[in-house]
């Protein structure tokens, strides 16, 4: 495999990817609406989506406000958030959906664990007994592809839109990518943005036929640098759209479960969002 020729690099066939269409008015009537801003990132807070189940799988659901001057263009458009192994329970990721709701995009979520994710800190867990290996093994792709390729036929036929994103994080991340392969098991996505992505696979990452974005750590032990160069390598010669982003004194899971009392963290885990949100505005609208 061929490393790439540039690390904690912006690509996009070899440019860095430029905000909305040409000709396009990125305000008012006809815009794409105001951009965003970090501001709308919420770390701590009570959630505000809802549950919905449809086919025995919990969807966490939040509507962007039609007061948003972003969520007209955005009509035709979802996110679907594909989580860490901690799931609905934590409630970072249901604030992140809510965070891409305000940036226009209705989101949804759904329990990729049947009610049983990870324990909150895998690494002390409150249930000692606790096994990464077997609870991987439980929810491995034959268990969790189906989930969402449901949730992904939810948005479509259920909800009527067309144009969706994927976000992945960590667990997640893989399923991001699975979800822009070719021939797709799981219904297939438009565009897709992972952070700290794990247990990704080469086949995974050369089979993309959609736009990727990725953000990742510069510690993290389930995406090396080595690990990460040869993801750039694949992206590379794969040839379709794609961005690397490494968040400098940042560690996995940044982009979720950042420590705000650590800068680096918590600017990392900023502006992984709003790559994330700036990602799907080129590429959805």
């Known amino acids: ?47 505000e989506g ?45 604030l992140l959906v809510d965070s891409f709701a305000r940036a226009g995009y ?38 969790t592809d189906p989930i969402i390729s449901t949730t992904i036929s ?3 036929n259920q909800l009527k839109i067309p144009k969706i994103a994927a976000a992945g994080y960590c667990f997640g991340g893989r399923y991001a990518f699975r979800v822009i392969n070719s021939p797709s098991v799981l219904g297939g996505a438009d565009v897709a943005f992972t952070a700290h992505p794990s247990l990704l ?24 640098p080595a690990q990460r160069a040869s993801l750039e390598g694949l992206l590379l010669e794969r040839g379709r759209p794609y961005q690397v982003s490494t968040y400098g004194q ?5 982009a979720v479960r950042a420590n705000y009392s650590i800068a680096s963290q918590k600017l990392g885990k900023e502006e992984a969002f709003l790559q994330a949100v700036r990602w799907f505005d080129r590429f959805l609208l």
Do not use: W
Not at 66 to 76: T, V
């Open 1 to 47: 495999m061929r490393a790439s020729l540039l690390s904690s690099a912006l690509l996009l066939f070899g440019g860095v990817v430029q905000a909305g269409t040409p000709g396009k008015r990125k305000n008012g009537p006809g815009g794409n609406g105001p951009p965003v801003d970090a501001s709308i990132l919420a770390h701590t807070g009570q959630p």
């Open 50 to 94: 809802k549950e919905v189940v449809h086919n025995n799988i919990t969807i966490y659901i939040t509507l962007p406000s039609p007061r948003n001057p972003r969520s007209k263009p955005r009509s035709q458009t979802a996110v679907l958030i594909l989580t860490d192994v901690f799931g609905l329970d934590l409630v970072q990721n249901r």
């Open 106 to 143: 209705l989101t949804i979520a759904p329990d990729l664990f049947d009610g049983s994710p990870a324990p909150e800190d895998i690494n002390t867990p409150s249930n000692p007994s606790f096994n990464v290996t077997d609870f991987l093994a439980r929810h491995n792709t034959t268990v």
């Open 154 to 156: 939810y948005i479509r």
């Open 201 to 224: 696979t080469d086949g995974e990452i050369s089979g993309i036929e959609k736009p990727v974005a990725v953000a990742a750590a510069d510690v993290d032990s389930l995406l090396t």
């Open 250 to 254: 940042t560690v996995h899971g940044f």
